[in-house]
């Protein structure tokens, strides 16, 4: 069974910057899309960023201008590089793969970002 391995997490200080990256354990077939998402303590997991298989991308507005998603669907690879970190990022940051094959999405089991004030 194909996984993710997410990384790049960690403690960062407010202003700061992290890149998060998910590597697939094998090569991935049918994907749609590749994204990031996020939950914070008590809150619902939110869409960060995607990118799709012909490369285009979308964010949430509270990351656009701060943060940029990149890799290569086929290869398994996506990468979220986050600038002017805020404590409002704070979150586990999850990694998930959309394919067209039915029941067949991938997620992540996290890694974790803290950003202190």
């Known amino acids: 069974q194909v996984q993710l391995v997410e990384s790049g997490g960690g403690l960062v200080q407010a202003g700061g910057s992290l890149r998060l990256s998910c590597v697939a354990s094998g090569r991935l077939f049918s994907v749609n899309a590749m994204a990031w998402y996020r939950q914070a303590p008590g809150k619902q997991r939110e869409l960060v960023a995607k990118?799709?298989?012909?490369?285009?991308?979308d964010y949430a507005d509270s990351v656009k201008g701060r943060g940029t998603i990149s890799g290569d669907n086929a290869k398994g690879t996506v990468y979220l590089q986050m600038n002017s970190l805020k404590p409002e990022d704070t979150a586990v940051y999850y990694c998930?793969?959309?394919?067209?094959?039915?029941?067949?999405?991938?997620w992540g089991q996290g890694t974790q970002v803290t950003v202190s004030s």
């Open positions: 998930h793969v959309d394919r067209r094959v039915p029941l067949s999405d991938i």
């Open positions: 990118i799709s298989s012909g490369g285009s991308t």
